[in-house]
């Protein structure tokens, strides 16, 4: 069987990271890489082997590659997405999809019609603490689930290539670049889309120091935001950008009314004390025995050592594998999954700024049919 041949544009931080995964995979090969920046491309290069490319219309007419995957700066989606659109390859498209839901609703508009699959790059789904909460919902362990409460307490931005994750205009804001993670969890643990959204926050402790060009970074570094649900339900994220000595980097919270049940997840082995890897763990708190269980979800060293995200990029990108050789098939993050998460993102962007209660409702839900 030949393998796959992937050209990966955006070759920093997290195309990095999709680079050493893709490599775990039998079957996966990746045959080209693009960024205009010299030394993320050198970079990508000797980490793969790949033909490199500055520019990403060169890799396309190229034509060496079986799928792409797209890991540039959020500002620049929207563009590479519609000249990938325009191609007959399957695409791996990083989240956010777009840095605003206008956007997002006309990549989907673009997309009508196209045979490939285009799949949103939501690697929450995948970390296995979070997939073990899923099972566990599915098998009725909580009961009907009621209220999803997500806590991520982590280190502040990483330095990028320009710095362009420390402003809004470029990033969507924090709660699209950094949350539409949660916003996306919620609507897939609830099983019901958002009609309303609040959220308070503010950019008091990170990046107070830096200037670029006399300008200071806005992303926000705490916050609440509780998001209402279609069918009733509710949730609620509490984000720390300046809490790095948390055991846990995030804990994903499902209760209903027969239990509550967490994923607990550590942070990268790189931001531990020690620098070593650790495990995850799924607990269940029972209302009928009133007791606790705790369990211990092992991960693949390998697999924690090829990226940030706890071997949630690798089990994505199999599932994602196993769709393009399949060739046929829905992705199982689609479009519209995106753009729900970039919706309440912004929408809870413009809840900080305004102090209101934004009503989703109010502005209709264009990609509804499609989510």
Request: aromatic share 8%; charged share 25%.
């Amino acid at each position: 069987m030949e393998p796959i041949r992937y050209g990966i544009i955006g070759s920093g931080m997290m195309g990095q990271e999709h680079m050493r995964n893709i490599a775990l995979l039998d079957g996966a090969h990746i045959s080209a890489v693009c960024d205009p920046h010299e030394g993320m491309r050198t970079q990508a290069q000797a980490l793969t082997g790949a033909e490199a490319f500055s520019e990403h219309h060169a890799l396309l007419a190229a034509d060496i590659c079986d799928a792409y995957v797209l890991a540039a700066p959020n500002d620049l989606h929207a563009g590479l997405m519609r000249d990938l659109l325009a191609t007959d390859k399957p695409i791996l498209c990083e989240k956010p999809l777009a840095t605003n839901a206008a956007d997002c609703r006309a990549l989907i508009q673009a997309a009508e019609g196209r045979r490939a699959p285009v799949w949103v790059a939501m690697e929450y789904r995948y970390m296995p603490p979070v997939e073990r909460l899923r099972a566990a919902i599915a098998e009725g362990r909580a009961g009907s689930p009621r209220m999803v409460s997500i806590r991520e307490h982590r280190f502040p931005f990483l330095e990028k290539v320009g710095d362009w994750n420390r402003f809004n205009a470029r990033t969507g804001g924090t709660m699209v670049e950094k949350c539409c993670h949660f916003f996306d969890l919620m609507r897939l643990l609830l099983n019901s889309d958002p009609i309303r959204v609040y959220a308070s926050a503010g950019a008091d402790v990170n990046h107070k120091d830096e200037r670029y060009d006399g300008r200071i970074p806005d992303m926000v570094d705490h916050g609440f935001v509780t998001v209402d649900f279609a069918n009733g339900t509710r949730a609620m994220l509490e984000l720390c950008m300046f809490a790095e000595g948390s055991y846990w980097q995030e804990v994903v919270s499902v209760t209903g009314d027969k239990a509550r049940l967490d994923a607990c997840v550590p942070g990268p082995a790189r931001f531990s004390p020690d620098g070593q890897e650790r495990h995850s763990e799924f607990v269940i708190s029972d209302r009928a025995t009133k007791c606790e269980t705790r369990e211990v979800v092992e991960v693949d060293a390998r697999i924690l050592r090829a990226g940030d995200h706890h071997g949630s990029t690798y089990f994505q990108h199999a599932r994602f594998l196993e769709l393009v050789r399949a060739g046929r098939g829905a992705p199982e993050v689609s479009l519209a999954d995106g753009y729900w998460s970039v919706l309440v993102g912004e929408a809870a962007e413009q809840s900080i700024r305004t102090h209101q209660v934004i009503d989703l409702r109010a502005n209709g839900h264009p990609a509804a049919s499609a989510a």
